[in-house]
């Protein structure tokens, strides 16, 4: 089966048409056109650059470029040192696609108030990292060593359970936002009901379009077509990042709008509305700042004693930090 590797780029260079080249290299410039618009709204766009979501999303986006060239280079032999080509790949591909996975994870912080359920993705994240990137990086620099042939069977099982598992756990953190967001977005559709209706319409046709992405890319793996799917893999993952920021940044508007409309921000010592409650974190008479914890209540039923009862809608800490 070695033998019949050569060639599709798992070792060395390439052997392809013109027009799979050209196909190549449009994948190319369309991952790197990607990195640079989302660069610039990611510099425009945030006022505070702290945060793991900030972080995240850049790294996510320069590690695409490095993959995208490491391959580059490696397909077409522009740069003969394997060892160089190989490292790129690796740092880019490190970067673009547990970083991506670390750039949901981060914005379910946003709609999800059960700490258990993020530790476990989190945890997800930590061990497909170890199982699903160090086995296939070992692999890869010993199919591009000066003795291949043992590696390059292997390492070809191996990309295909790898992109497997990364898809799955991609698909797993998106069921779970959405699962989350349509119980936040119903909750909040009686206080603007188009308005969340409409950034719920955006967040369920988002995420079936990621899934169906990755599902060409799986297509792309089993049909054996490497080349494509290396080089396709970095304009995907662009892709994807930019619809993840669109959407992030419009449920961030939604709650950040709910938040200023129920908080008098106008006088600097206003009192706080009775159905804005502080986390403990707080202390009693401060106004919430960047370390609080505010969650937005309404009024929902009246307990025996004729109180009116609040239910906690969502949190909406450090929404400033996402502007």
Same mark, same amino acid.
């Given at each position: ?7 599709? *780029? ?10 799979? +080249?050209?196909?190549?290299? %449009? ?6 056109? #990607? ?12 006022? $505070?650059?702290? *945060?793991?979501?900030?972080?995240s999303l850049l790294i996510a ?15 077409? &032999? ?8 190989v490292g790129l790949i690796v ?7 547990? *970083? &991506? ?29 170890? =199982?699903?990137? !160090? ?46 967001? $349509? ?9 603007? $009901? ?13 995420? !079936? ?14 049909? #054996? ?22 959407? =992030? ?37 401060? $106004? ?17 004693? %004729? ?15 996402? +502007?």
């Amino acid at each position: 089966m070695a033998s019949s590797l050569s060639g599709q *780029g798992y070792s060395g260079g390439i052997d392809v048409t013109l027009p799979i +080249a050209m196909i190549m290299a %449009g994948l190319f410039t369309l991952a790197i056109f #990607n990195v640079i618009e989302i660069n610039f709204w990611i510099f425009t766009t945030f006022r $505070r650059r702290v *945060g793991l979501y900030f972080w995240s999303l850049l790294i996510a986006s320069w590690g695409i470029p490095f993959h995208a060239t490491g391959f580059l280079l490696k397909f077409f &032999q522009l740069c003969t040192n394997e060892y160089v080509n190989v490292g790129l790949i690796v740092v880019g591909w490190y970067a673009m696609v547990t *970083g &991506q996975s670390i750039v949901l994870y981060s914005r379910l912080h946003l709609i999800v108030q059960d700490g258990r359920k993020i530790r476990w993705v989190l945890g997800l994240i930590v061990v497909d990292f170890f =199982l699903f990137h !160090i086995p296939p990086t070992i692999l890869l620099f010993g199919s591009n060593s000066s003795n291949p042939e043992p590696f390059l069977t292997p390492f070809a099982i191996y990309e295909k359970i790898q992109i497997t598992a990364f898809s799955t756990q991609e698909f797993i953190i998106s069921a779970l936002y959405i699962w989350e967001a $349509r119980k936040m977005l119903r909750s909040l559709a009686n206080v603007k $009901r188009e308005e969340a209706r409409s950034v719920m319409i955006h967040l369920i046709l988002v995420n !079936i379009l990621m899934i169906m992405m990755d599902i060409t890319l799986l297509g792309t793996e089993y049909g #054996n077509e490497y080349a494509i799917e290396t080089t396709y893999k970095s304009a995907l993952y662009s892709i994807k990042l930019k619809l993840e920021f669109s959407i =992030l940044n419009r449920l961030r508007a939604l709650v950040k709008s709910r938040h200023q409309s129920t908080l008098s921000c106008e006088t600097p010592n206003a009192p706080i509305p009775s159905f804005v409650t502080m986390s403990a974190t707080s202390q009693p008479g401060e $106004r919430p700042g960047d370390d609080s914890r505010i969650f937005l209540t309404h009024t929902t039923d009246t307990s025996s004693d %004729g109180r009116l009862q609040e239910r906690s809608l969502m949190p909406t800490n450090n929404i400033d930090h996402l +502007a």
